[in-house]
């Protein structure tokens, strides 16, 4: 990335909203109407087109409300509807100039496979172009190999993809950050018992080692834990189960992973956990972090 004069910083959110339809009832317009991130990236929107159409509407109502775009149609969405009825579904909201969108992953052809990637090169106010992808990878579970199979699959799919975005960033062109559900914890940093779910899907070796290549051989940054240090958590995901919310025993599977010249813009972050249990609008609470590109 060319050296960058009179800087001027751009947020970017990912949330998993849980269901876009149930957010939408429990209050998550007024979460838009009050940051309005300059890209927004939300996974498990599960819903058909024809009912995420209006609230995307109500969105860029809030953002125009807000002065952050010209227009309501000056918010661009790009989603994908997984194939699978009542399943997945990514979203990518963007105040900014979208000069280029890409839907899903080369060599994925399955239907549960839909709905877990979108891609966007957006323009910053400066010039730059960066590519934002929307991610929710599968959840897994380690008692069901065929759902382990299908989590694999896909994570074999994102290494490919990444390689692509490393060389192109490598080589002067188009950083790239990745942001999302990707239901992994990656060290026991990221998890609050970290040893009782050793054998749980989530936290299994064989799923920490993809995030070990993605940090390492592909040289992607978890922005979060760069900013934050080794410190524990910051969780950003708490079972709706017991009182794991009110105990914070959370798990840090939402991530923001950039390529190492967009990393080193990052100056802070978010996580907006809510005030109390019955104030949320998802299990997973929205990370932002600012850039200065």
Not at 21 to 35: E, F, I, L, P, Q
Request: glycine share 10%; proline share 5%.
């Amino acid at each position: 990335m060319p050296a960058i004069v009179g800087r001027m910083s751009i947020t970017i959110t990912t949330s998993n909203v849980n269901g876009l339809r149930a957010a939408k009832r429990k209050g998550v317009d007024a979460w838009a109407a009050g940051h309005t991130p300059d890209v927004w990236c939300l996974q498990e929107v599960r819903a058909p087109q024809a009912e995420i159409d209006p609230i995307v509407d109500g969105f860029r109502f809030e953002y125009a409300t807000a002065g952050r775009i010209g227009s309501p149609d000056a918010l661009a969405c790009v989603n994908e509807v997984c194939r699978v009825k009542g399943r997945a579904g990514v979203a990518l909201l963007s105040a900014l100039p979208v000069v280029e969108t890409r839907i899903g992953l080369p060599g994925l052809d399955e239907d549960v496979d839909s709905g877990r990637w979108v891609e966007a090169d957006v323009t910053t106010p400066q010039g730059y172009t960066l590519t934002v992808a929307c991610v929710y990878v599968h959840a897994g579970n380690a008692d069901d190999p065929v759902k382990m199979t299908q989590k694999y699959r896909f994570l074999d799919a994102m290494v490919g993809r990444l390689g692509e975005l490393r060389d192109e960033a490598a080589h002067g062109g188009r950083q790239a950050v990745l942001c999302g559900d990707f239901n992994i914890a990656h060290t026991p940093l990221d998890i609050k018992n970290a040893k009782s779910n050793e054998t749980h899907s989530g936290f299994l070796p064989a799923e920490r080692a993809y995030v070990d290549r993605w940090l390492g051989e592909l040289e992607f940054v978890d922005v979060v834990r760069d900013l934050a240090g080794g410190i524990q958590g910051p969780y950003t995901w708490w079972s709706q189960r017991g009182r794991a919310f009110d105990n914070d025993t959370g798990w840090r599977i939402d991530y923001q992973f950039a390529t190492p010249e967009l990393a080193e813009t990052a100056r802070g972050f978010v996580i907006d956990k809510a005030p109390s249990y019955d104030a949320r609008w998802s299990d997973h609470a929205p990370l932002s972090v600012t850039y200065d590109v």
